[in-house]
């Protein structure tokens, strides 16, 4: 073929991809559905016109374009993995971390259920074989990725219900393709009934596989990648690479499956990545993958309707009553899942309640499209299928796809304005009239300013002066009449704004690189969480999640198990160094949001709200503070060296940002600011890199803060400090409960803790210690100590604190003045003591041996 109309074909193309977006819009159409139309209306022209006796003159196109190498290892190993990495890079995962319950059963099980409810619905009504009529339910049972996240984006749905319903639809696709694997394999072995249980052990085998493949990929790209940083282009070309080596890897050597491989390498990518790569190369690959999924999902699209005339061309009258069998089924699979199992998944507080319209809005919205198709397809291209079956596979396929988006995707927006959901509730309609009051009034003063530096007429300013006036006083007017905000409603809207300013801050920092890629990555998930909290449970639901975002990570525990156990420092010492650049760069953010509050938020919500929302937000910053006053005492010298790393960065930027001035006014040449901008990417290099943290000498340095432990010499301060393991403690977390018994003695590095006994109650804060009365007393705890700040703990077992507590008269009288305050007779403790230290001769020689 012609390599001059090929060219021309696909550079028609993109012609095609390029209108498409704003004829979508201009139509008030799901983009994918325009692509699909237009991809069908061109392959049914190139049949017309290659064989009709009109004219011959478009017959070399029309070969051209009907000759295109559409084949169904094309979508899978071309552009599959493409939309998939994209997708997946895009993704909150840290927020998508908290719902992966829901999102995994959904993917897999919704996938199944629309599977076998359609094949035995087929089985039953058709001459199809079960194996058969299971390959069309594992064909038709994925939805397209691109459409629904468009839906949900349109119909403006809460993020969490966002979130997981994207997360399913983008690993069903590996469900369904495993399953579609399977049951071909019946049908050309010619196995009538499969079995099922096959079907389900098959799938942890696919998934385990595609997990360890992805990640290895993805780690050796990075570790590629790192040696490249300072080379943006071969950074991005390598990222290119890692989706289809990993895909290709892991279907045809290691027989896994590859969707999950592309997404655990974007995963691992998306958490590695901007801790490895300088900010600017980090958003230009992620605005390189942006279009590369972007063309790839158009041409996935166009190609696969082209297949459509050729696929349906042998369609009888009574196959469409089988495509209205397969249409209601998978219809009827899906609101089995929505109304059955996502209400289960909420009872069991694994899942947001999804209200009613949401469900109707997502079971209509279940579009399908290329991999459908192309797995339809690969059905067709088998040598070993009977021809029957191929035939039928490929016109139900076919029929459910264009059914999904000429019906479901033509009327979705019907339906959702039908629902109310592309209304504003009442709250926010009052809100949104308010906001251009206010906006308004700000915009004529800001006008008033700027006109007069413009030198008009007088008579043309008071002319359009009088019409802004008119229709600033109907804005007022009609805020006036609408209905009255409760000051309950004010504050959640003034805490999503505060959030949302929050987010642009970080951002803002992110740009200016006051704060590294990684940081902001987690910054602004804490700020999504902020926002979806207020959104949902208002003042309490701000507050929660801002003390979540100051507590300890879920990977802790495992790195302090690893530090205490296996002396093995490097995780622990990364997560700490990593909360003292978030605490840090939390208070440098939230101290810029005052001026959000009395600048934007006062005017609109008025004075009680921002004098409030003042009074929240100092709380934050005096919650930072403390924790951050608590890892300083913790590791002494470290928090220092931190903060000379924000001032180098800054210092860094100014002089970048004094270099491109002096370039643009002309007074140094492109040569002198090359080698002035490299000079500072080397020191920039040095300044990002995070100063290291030394657990054991910080842990000894800790020890020697103590007043308890301040008359021992430093030998025996150094084996105490090898003694004493560390404890990680949110807020909320019970230490001790009443009852237990008394093998431990905790001392309180940072943090404080609270305990009740009875009818009274104490608070310990740092270099305090609790559990040695029962210990010394021989009883179980009468104390139950819940920490009420975030808290680091030094913990001694039995053995060692008794013998501290012989050798110390500082700890002696510490124990003795706890008991005085708690109420114990100090002839009753004192004998009691003395008790507890006799110890026999066999502990004392395992003393002597450890």
């Known amino acids: ?75 899978l190993y071309v552009f599959l993995p493409t939309l998939v990495f994209q997708v997946t890079l895009g993704l909150n995962l840290r927020r998508m971390a908290d719902d992966w319950v829901p999102i995994l059963v959904l993917a897999v099980v919704a996938v199944f259920v629309a599977t076998f409810v359609v094949g035995y619905s087929l089985a039953l009504v058709s001459t199809l074989t079960l194996s058969a009529a299971l390959l069309v339910g594992a ?98 070309s390598v990222s290119i690479a890692l989706p289809y080596l990993a895909y290709i890897v892991a279907e045809q050597s290691v027989g896994a499956s590859g969707v999950i491989a592309v997404v655990i390498a974007a995963m691992t990518l998306q958490l590695t990545g901007p801790r490895r790569l300088p900010p600017p190369t980090w958003t230009n690959l992620r605005e390189v993958w942006d279009l590369l999924a972007h063309w790839a999902g158009a041409l996935i699209f166009i190609l696969a309707a082209l297949l459509v005339p050729r696929m349906l061309q042998s369609v009888q009258l009574r196959d469409l009553g089988l495509i209205l069998v397969v249409v209601i089924a998978a219809i009827a699979a899906r609101a089995l899942i929505l109304y059955l199992l996502l209400p289960l998944l909420t009872r069991l507080r694994l899942s947001p309640v999804v209200e009613r319209p949401y469900r109707v809005a997502i079971l209509w919205g279940g579009l399908r499209g290329a991999v459908t198709l192309s797995l339809a397809l690969a059905v067709t291209e088998s040598a070993l299928v009977p021809v029957e079956i191929k035939r039928q596979v490929a016109i139900l396929a076919t029929g459910f796809t264009l059914f999904t ?54 008579e043309t300013i008071r002319s359009e002066a009088k019409r802004f006036g008119e229709r600033l006083d109907a804005v007022v007017k009609t805020a006036d009449d609408a209905t009255d905000i409760p000051d309950r409603d004010r504050i959640t809207l003034g805490l999503i704004a505060l959030a949302s300013a929050e987010r642009d801050v970080i ?55 690893l530090h205490n156990r296996l002396r093995f420092s490097k995780p622990l010492a990364h997560i700490t160094a990593t909360r003292f650049g978030l605490l840090l760069s939390q208070r440098l953010i939230l101290r810029d949001l005052h001026g959000f509050i009395d600048g934007r938020i006062r005017r609109i919500h008025g004075r009680r709200v921002a004098e409030l929302l003042h009074a929240m937000l100092d709380r934050r910053i005096e919650m930072v503070e403390q924790a951050l006053e608590g890892l300083r005492l913790q590791f002494p010298g470290y928090a220092e060296e931190m903060e000379r790393r924000i001032i180098r960065r800054t210092a860094l930027r100014l002089e970048e940002r004094e270099y491109d001035t002096l370039l643009e006014d002309g007074l140094i040449g492109e040569e002198v600011h090359s080698a002035l901008t490299l000079d500072i990417g080397a020191r920039r290099d040095r300044a990002e890199a995070a100063p290291l943290l030394d657990l054991a000498l910080q842990k000894i340095e800790l020890v020697r803060q103590f007043p308890l432990f301040s008359e021992l010499d430093e030998p025996v301060l150094a084996r105490l400090s090898r003694a004493l393991k560390t404890r990680y403690v949110n807020v909320g977390e019970t230490i001790l409960r009443r009852e237990t018994p008394a093998r431990r003695v905790y001392f309180v590095a940072s943090g404080a803790v609270e305990l009740k006994a009875a009818n009274q109650t104490w ?62 007779p100090a ?6 003591v003395a008790t507890a230290s006799e110890r026999p001769a066999a502990a004392q020689d395992a003393d002597a041996a450890s």
């Open 405 to 458: 988006l000429l019906v479901q995707g033509t009327t979705l927006r019907w339906v959702i304005g039908w629902l109310g959901l592309d209304k504003l509730s009442p709250l926010d309609n009052a809100l949104y009239n308010q906001v251009i009051a206010v906006a308004l009034q700000t915009v004529r003063a800001d006008l008033a300013r700027a006109t007069e530096s413009y030198d008009l007429t007088k």
């Open 1 to 75: 073929m012609d390599i001059v109309l090929i060219t021309t074909v696909i550079a028609s193309l993109f012609l095609l991809i390029g209108a498409a977006e704003p004829l979508a819009s201009y139509l008030r159409l799901p983009y994918a559905v325009i692509i699909a139309c237009l991809g069908i209306l061109i392959g049914v022209a190139a049949s017309f016109f290659l064989y009709t006796d009109l004219t011959d003159a478009l017959n070399p196109v029309a070969e051209a374009i009907l000759a295109l190498p559409i084949r169904s290892n094309v979508f």
């Open 507 to 561: 951002v803002d920092r992110f740009r200016d690189r006051t704060i590294s890629s990684a940081l902001s990555e987690r910054l602004l998930s804490d700020a999504d969480a902020l926002i979806e909290a207020s959104r949902f449970n208002g003042r309490n639901g701000y507050n929660a999640a801002a003390r979540r975002s100051l507590g300890f990570g879920r990977w802790l525990r495992l790195a302090v198990f």
């Open 139 to 236: 064909i038709v049972s994925t939805t397209d990725p691109s459409a629904v996240v468009s839906i949900f984006r349109s119909i403006s749905a809460p993020r969490r219900l966002a979130r997981i319903i994207e997360g399913e639809s983008l690993l069903n696709d590996a469900a369904a393709i495993a399953l579609a694997a399977l049951f071909l394999e019946y049908v050309r072995a010619g196995a009538p009934d499969p079995s099922v249980g096959d079907a389900l052990a098959r799938f942890p085998v696919l998934l385990v596989g595609g997990v360890i493949t992805g990640w290895i990929a993805a780690r050796i790209a990075i570790w590629i990648m790192s040696l490249f940083a300072r080379y943006e282009l071969a950074v991005i």
């Open 827 to 832: 002839e009753q403790f004192s004998l009691k």
């Open 763 to 824: 608070r310990l804060g740092r270099g305090e210690m609790f559990g040695q009365m029962g210990l010394l007393m021989r009883r179980p705890q009468r104390v139950e100590v819940t920490a009420i700040a975030p808290t680091t703990l030094l913990v001694l077992d039995e053995d060692r604190f008794l013998r501290l507590f012989k050798r110390s008269k500082v700890l002696q009288a510490a124990v003795l003045e706890s008991a005085r305050k708690r109420g114990i």
